[in-house]
Each structure stands twice: as structure tokens, then as C-alpha cells.
């Protein structure tokens, strides 16, 4: 039990007992008699005995890496679950009826990251737009360049004929 200990970090503002080494999802992670284990729970079964079947260890501070058998409980699942419910969500939107989607998702963080979402989405496709008519352009004007320096003669051709065909209306009309 030296092994374990040695990883405890004691801190004196919150009575928490921090594991040291090694953290998995922020839960303290132990080999302990052959197996890896979550190490607030064979902290919890050092000093209160094995954990029931069908039963969690609940840490009534909230610190996943507290190993402080004072701040460990066994609870069932439904009341684990109970006890993370909170009338907030993450953001600080309020938990209502009204304001969760059938999954229990905040319906206002949903619109935000939904509005947000389809902003960056139309930015991208205008920018790519963007980019995708200068560099076509660029293109098209090269090509008009070459068509005109290998086509000279008949370009100028066409003008003096349609030039000229201008002027007989005009004199027609006059």
C-alpha cells in the first residue's frame, strides 16, 4: 500500500486527497492485484471494504482525482446520475422544459452552434467562390490575350466591317 500512497498529493484548502500519477478521463488509475483500476475506488476498498454489486463510487466533492475515502460514497446508478443533474447547462443556459430537445440537449446552445455553424459554412463557400472567380479570371484573361494576339488580323477585319456597315445606316437615315 506504500505504492499507493506515494502517489497521494494531500491538499489542505478542500480536504481533497489528489491522485498524482497516472489520470484516465481525470479518474486516478492504480494496478492493484493485477488489474488496472480506478484508484478512488480501491481507496474506497481499503477503508470501507469491497463496493456492492451494482453499485458506483460517488466523489461528494466533484474531484474525479480524489482519493479521500471521506469524500467517496456508494451509491446506486439512478442516484449517481441524479447527483451530475444540474439547472444549468455547461454554458449557464437555464434546464426547462421548454429549453431541452428530446435528448435532454440545451435547445439554445443547439440554435447558437447551429447559427454559428451555417455563418462559418457560408463564409468558406463565399471565400471559395471568391477565390474560384479570380483564379478563373486571371485565367479567362490569359486566354482572351492569346486569342487576340493570334487572331489580330481578323479581329481588326471584323471592326472595319462592322464600322463600315455603321456608317452606311447612318447615312441611310441622314
Same mark, same amino acid.
Given at each position: 500500500?506504500?505504492?499507493?500512497?506515494?502517489?497521494?498529493?494531500?491538499?489542505?484548502?478542500?480536504?481533497?486527497?489528489?491522485?498524482?500519477?497516472?489520470?484516465?478521463?481525470?479518474?486516478?488509475?492504480?494496478?492493484?492485484?493485477?488489474?488496472?483500476?480506478?484508484?478512488?475506488?480501491?481507496?474506497?476498498?481499503?477503508?470501507?471494504?469491497?463496493?456492492?454489486?451494482?453499485?458506483?463510487?460517488?466523489?461528494?466533492?466533484?474531484?474525479?482525482?480524489?482519493?479521500?475515502?471521506?469524500?467517496?460514497?456508494?451509491?446506486?446508478?439512478?442516484?449517481?446520475?441524479?447527483?451530475?443533474?444540474?439547472?444549468?447547462?455547461?454554458?449557464?443556459?437555464?434546464?426547462?422544459?421548454?429549453?431541452?430537445?428530446?435528448?435532454?440537449?440545451?435547445?439554445?446552445?443547439?440554435?447558437?452552434?447551429?447559427?454559428?455553424?451555417?455563418?462559418?459554412?457560408?463564409?468558406?463557400?463565399?471565400?471559395?467562390? $471568391?477565390? =474560384?472567380?479570380?483564379? +478563373? !479570371?486571371?485565367?479567362?484573361? &490569359? /486566354? *482572351? $490575350?492569346? =486569342?487576340?494576339?493570334? +487572331? !489580330?488580323?481578323?479581329?481588326? &477585319? /471584323? *471592326? $472595319?466591317?462592322?464600322?463600315?456597315?455603321? !456608317?452606311?445606316?447612318?447615312?441611310?437615315?441622314?
Amino acid at each position: 500500500m506504500n505504492r499507493f500512497w506515494s502517489k497521494v498529493g494531500i491538499s489542505s484548502l478542500c480536504g481533497c486527497w489528489e491522485w498524482q500519477a497516472c489520470l484516465q478521463h481525470g479518474y486516478g488509475q492504480f494496478n492493484f492485484k493485477g488489474k488496472s483500476r480506478k484508484a478512488h475506488r480501491v481507496s474506497y476498498e481499503m477503508f470501507n471494504g469491497e463496493i456492492p454489486k451494482g453499485l458506483q463510487v460517488h466523489h461528494t466533492c466533484e474531484s474525479k482525482s480524489c482519493v479521500n475515502p471521506l469524500h467517496l460514497m456508494v451509491v446506486t446508478q439512478v442516484d449517481h446520475s441524479a447527483k451530475h443533474v444540474t439547472s444549468y447547462c455547461p454554458k449557464g443556459h437555464e434546464r426547462t422544459p421548454e429549453n431541452l430537445n428530446s435528448s435532454g440537449a440545451c435547445k439554445t446552445c443547439a440554435k447558437v452552434y447551429h447559427l454559428k455553424y451555417n455563418k462559418d459554412h457560408s463564409n468558406k463557400l463565399a471565400a471559395r467562390g $471568391r477565390k =474560384y472567380y479570380q483564379d +478563373n !479570371r486571371e485565367d479567362k484573361l &490569359a /486566354k *482572351r $490575350r492569346v =486569342y487576340r494576339e493570334t +487572331n !489580330r488580323d481578323e479581329i481588326n &477585319a /471584323k *471592326r $472595319r466591317a462592322v464600322s463600315a456597315s455603321k !456608317r452606311e445606316v447612318l447615312q441611310c437615315v441622314n
